[in-house]
């Protein structure tokens, strides 16, 4: 079992930033996947950005050159850095752990607000 506690969400003006983080603990495999999806009211969960524990980054092209994803493999801990945000970021965010021949695991969501 994997448990994954997110912080770091909020109301933020455009043009505005935030920070993300999330902790994962448990059973953590040496090599993982961890990463942020976001799900928009009446859309479907999509990916932001993901990171493999060797440093390996995947970005959905909305969000290239605004956010950067980051880990630290000794606190088991990934984070997004989110600037220069716009209306269409808002969405309730996921923090998201998987690995090869274990299950996916999700934190319980934050809400990112993006408005004036």
């Known amino acids: 079992q994997v448990q994954l506690v997110e912080s770091g969400g909020g109301l933020v003006q455009p043009g505005g930033s935030l920070r993300l983080s999330c902790a994962a603990s448990?059973?953590?495999?040496?090599?993982?996947?961890m990463g942020w999806y976001r799900q928009a009211p009446g859309k479907r969960r999509e990916l932001a950005a993901t990171t493999t524990s060797d440093g390996s980054t995947t970005y959905a092209n909305s969000v290239k050159g605004r956010f950067t994803i980051s880990r630290d493999n000794a606190k088991n801990t990934v984070y997004l850095q989110m600037n220069n945000l716009k209306p269409e970021d808002t969405a309730v965010y996921y923090c998201?752990?998987?690995?090869?021949?274990?299950?996916?695991?999700w934190g319980q969501g934050t809400q990112v607000t993006v408005s004036s």
């Open positions: 998201y752990y998987s690995a090869p021949r274990a299950a996916d695991y």
């Open positions: 448990g059973s953590i495999s040496s090599f993982n996947f």
